[in-house]
């Protein structure tokens, strides 16, 4: 038998490699598939992925990896055959054994990453943002190169304005929108405006009620079900009101029809603040997207978007569509000069959103995305089939509800297979928790957020494989109750 078969390691696509520092790309590639021949991660033998599936899954240019493997196979490094593909020299290095841990509680670096919240980095659309940096640096006037106004580029508040009109049903000019660095920024700005306390849903970003905090915001939890936020816990003391109306985050589904009515009209009762946290507004999958509750009262809704689900989180450009009344404290809570947010990346998203190339490029992730979840729902229902799967009309995640104690489980499990996932509990408001034991009300359930955006085309399958290896088994069924007996006259 061919000797090369029998001692390989077939990989797929998946070559985890980190390329660290700065200069030419093909020499740090080489240097790192160098070290994982050294350190043994790449024994002898085993067959690497093609060069344009790496090239893919590192973002870079194909001639860049072929170039690469050529060079290393001249270096002694690697072997090509014909029909076999490139794999690891058989003598290229002595192998320095890898000492692993005996019982490690987590992989130092997962292998994959089901974490909710980033797109996938590789999809990005450089081509086309090239096409609109270009002509945005073409056609910008000269103001824009000097001291920013802290409303934002015109250019690009005009854009989100028709933009959300028509896609999001929102009521707004572009005098009432102001940019930000993200959503994050935009919540330390209403913070500092609007002061305390809030309430929020009781599952929802850990980061946002820290950051509240942080800037003398408490918060209090407002509990959850099918039909979203249960808004009539509202009182006239909230100063404003955290919602995920579109896609509650992270348990999924829409606010019901009638809480959105009752949220504005607490609103419009108490002179409170409804924060509309539009994080994944546009990706709805199996019915048109739902309008954005600001639509019915802009008076009395901030929506706080950005682009950090729909491009990248390295752009760091964000939005809030306000009130007029707040449109001045908010300005000037962002100070005299824009700070946060480069004005030639601004000028860049108003011409791909006028361009048309946003839409085409929320359409294309709008596939995959759906495509993903269905790849994931299908995974489950073959191999975990007593898991129940929630929250996947829309959105960048799903939630896996699982048998009551085997969340904290599922969670170690994974991180054995070299999986990072987060737990649903891990979203819980801590004044929830208390609320239920003080209460004894039934115990929040137990789940997993599963974000199905982020691996590699290449490397989701096999991320799948090890979601469904974590999971607890089948829990066998209760034993029926012992009769009871009869009540007391």
């Known amino acids: 038998m061919d000797s090369w078969v029998n001692s390989a390691e077939i990989l797929g696509s998946d070559l985890p490699l980190e390329l660290s520092g700065t200069g030419n790309r093909r020499a740090l590639l080489m240097d790192a598939l160098r070290e994982a021949v050294r350190s043994g991660r790449l024994a002898p033998g085993t067959r690497l992925?093609?060069?344009?599936?790496?090239?893919?899954?590192?973002?870079?240019?194909?001639?860049?990896?072929?170039?690469?493997?050529?060079?290393?196979?001249?270096?002694g490094w690697l072997a090509a055959r014909q029909g076999s593909g490139t794999r690891v020299a058989e003598r290229a290095a002595p192998v320095t054994p890898v000492h692993r841990p005996r019982t490690p509680e987590r992989a130092a670096r997962p292998v994959h990453?089901?974490?909710?919240?980033?797109?996938?980095?590789?999809?990005?659309?450089?081509?086309?943002?090239?096409?609109?940096?270009?002509?945005?640096?073409?056609a910008a006037p000269d103001d824009a190169f000097g001291p920013g106004d802290p409303?934002?580029?015109?250019?690009?508040?005009?854009?989100?304005?028709?933009?959300?009109?028509?896609?999001?049903?929102?009521?707004?000019?572009?005098?009432?929108?102001?940019?930000?660095?993200?959503?994050?920024?935009?919540?330390?700005?209403?913070?500092?405006?609007?002061?305390?306390?809030?309430?929020?849903?009781?599952?929802?970003?850990?980061?946002?009620?820290?950051?509240?905090?942080?800037?003398?915001?408490?918060?209090?939890?407002?509990?959850?079900?099918a039909d979203g936020a249960r808004v009539d816990g509202l009182t006239r003391r909230d100063r404003a009101v955290l919602l995920t109306p579109a896609h509650q985050f992270p348990t999924g589904g829409p606010l019901h029809p009638a809480r959105r009515a009752a949220v504005v009209d607490w609103a419009r009762a108490t002179g409170g603040l409804v924060v509309e946290d539009d994080y994944d507004g546009e990706f709805r999958y199996d019915r048109q997207p739902v309008g954005a509750v600001q639509g019915l009262d802009p008076e009395h809704v901030v929506l706080v978007g950005s682009v950090s689900k729909s491009l990248s989180p390295a752009l760091r450009i964000g939005?809030?569509?306000?009130?007029?009344?707040?449109?001045?404290?908010?300005?000037?809570?962002?100070?005299?000069?824009?700070?946060?947010?480069?004005?030639?990346?601004?000028?860049?998203?108003?011409d791909f959103v006028e361009s048309g190339a946003y839409d085409r490029q929320v359409r294309r992730m709008r596939q995959r995305h759906r495509r993903r979840r269905d790849q994931l729902v299908a995974a489950l229902h073959a191999r975990a089939p007593h898991v129940r799967v929630t929250g996947i009309a829309a959105g960048l995640h799903a939630v896996l509800e699982l048998p009551?104690?085997?969340?904290?489980?599922?969670?170690?499990?994974?991180?054995?297979?070299?999986?990072?996932?987060?737990?649903?509990?891990?979203?819980?408001?801590?004044?929830?928790?208390?609320?239920?034991?003080?209460?004894?009300?039934?115990?929040?359930?137990?789940?997993?957020?599963?974000?199905?955006?982020?691996?590699?085309?290449?490397?989701?399958?096999e991320a799948l494989g090890a979601l469904c290896r974590s999971l607890p088994p089948v829990s066998p069924s209760p034993a029926p109750a012992p009769p009871q007996p009869p009540a007391a006259p």
Not at 121 to 133: D, G, I, Q
Not at 187 to 208: D, Q, T
Request: net charge neutral; hydrophobic share 45%; glycine share 10%.
């Open 404 to 461: 009551p104690g085997t969340e904290r489980s599922a969670v170690r499990a994974a991180a054995w297979q070299g999986l990072a996932v987060e737990g649903l509990g891990d979203y819980l408001h801590p004044g929830a928790e208390h609320r239920t034991a003080a209460a004894s009300l039934v115990p929040h359930r137990d789940g997993l957020v599963v974000g199905y955006a982020t691996p590699a085309e290449s490397a989701y399958p």
């Open 319 to 350: 939005w809030m569509v306000l009130p007029q009344r707040l449109v001045a404290p908010v300005v000037a809570a962002k100070g005299e000069r824009e700070q946060f947010s480069s004005a030639t990346e601004q000028l860049t998203l108003a």
């Open 151 to 225: 409303h934002g580029r015109p250019e690009l508040r005009r854009a989100l304005a028709g933009y959300l009109a028509r896609v999001r049903g929102v009521r707004a000019s572009p005098e009432r929108i102001v940019l930000c660095s993200g959503a994050a920024h935009g919540l330390r700005l209403l913070a500092e405006v609007v002061g305390g306390p809030w309430a929020a849903e009781e599952y929802g970003l850990p980061f946002h009620r820290e950051l509240l905090a942080s800037h003398g915001v408490g918060t209090r939890p407002l509990g959850v079900d």
């Open 49 to 75: 992925p093609p060069y344009r599936s790496l090239a893919a899954d590192l973002g870079l240019a194909r001639n860049t990896v072929a170039d690469a493997y050529a060079e290393l196979v001249a270096e």
């Open 113 to 138: 990453d089901l974490v909710q919240g980033q797109p996938d980095p590789s999809v990005f659309p450089r081509t086309a943002w090239l096409a609109s940096a270009r002509r945005a640096l073409a």
